[in-house]
């Protein structure tokens, strides 16, 4: 008796005795973790090479390397370059456009005009798919909750049936529904715990670039006073 109510109560037997809108919402929140789980570890490595390649260049324009120099090589690398350094390269670009003697308030609006679009582009990329991640989080355990209540909905159907119920007509329809809350929570909080850490990370990143345009201005702006 004890083995046959173990092997009713498996995880594989209970899944595979749902019903299928049961196991409808099962296959969505399987889909939706492994997708969470694919631009968990996408962003984690983003974010990484982006805080990394923000430092290098930072520590380079710093060292005072020569502002042409530092543009031909951002230039000429631009698919391999960072998201400060691709900022640089646009706002650099614009600003050698304009002529000596030009007015340098225009010359300088153009060019953090020419940066601040570069800014809204990698910030972009940046934040690219933690909408989704927001989505999972907020959303699964709902969804999860709908197969839990339509599996217990079920199980008190089959009840209905009976003329003595027992623990043992119950139990396989309302742990089948449980599976469907516990697979929701599974799929909520990595996408809960990586949304808000990728948004705190990317939103740091945001700061520096920021910073980095402010003086990147003032730089320029320096150099456009002795042209």
Do not use: C
């Not at 049961?22 to 805080?51: D, E, G, H, P």
């Not at 350094?85 to 153009?110: C, L, N, V």
């Amino acid at each position: 008796m004890n083995t046959t109510v173990t092997q009713d109560l498996s995880l594989f037997y209970l899944i595979s005795s749902a019903s299928l809108p049961v196991q409808l919402v099962m296959l969505l929140l399987l889909i939706a973790s492994l997708l969470s789980w694919w631009f968990i570890f996408r962003k984690m490595f983003a974010i990484r090479l982006a805080i990394k390649q923000s430092d290098e260049f930072e520590n380079t324009f710093w060292r005072g390397v020569d502002l042409n120099a530092l543009y031909q090589r951002a230039a000429g690398a631009r698919e391999m370059a960072g998201s400060m350094e691709r900022i640089f390269e646009a706002g650099f670009r614009e600003f050698t456009k304009h002529q000596a003697g030009m007015d340098i308030g225009a010359m300088m609006d153009s060019t953090r005009g020419a940066m601040r679009a570069a800014y809204q582009r990698e910030m972009d990329r940046l934040e690219s798919h933690l909408s989704f991640l927001a989505t999972v989080g907020s959303v699964s355990p709902y969804v999860g909750l709908f197969g839990t209540v339509w599996g217990i909905m079920n199980s008190f159907r089959e009840l209905s049936n009976l003329t003595q119920a027992t623990i043992a007509h119950v139990a396989p329809g309302i742990a089948e529904a449980l599976i469907a809350t516990a697979m929701g929570l599974f799929a909520a909080i990595p996408a809960v715990i990586a949304y808000n850490r990728y948004a705190s990370d990317t939103s740091q990143l945001a700061t520096r670039y920021e910073s980095f345009m402010e003086e990147l201005s003032n730089v320029l702006q320096r150099r456009a006073a002795k042209l």
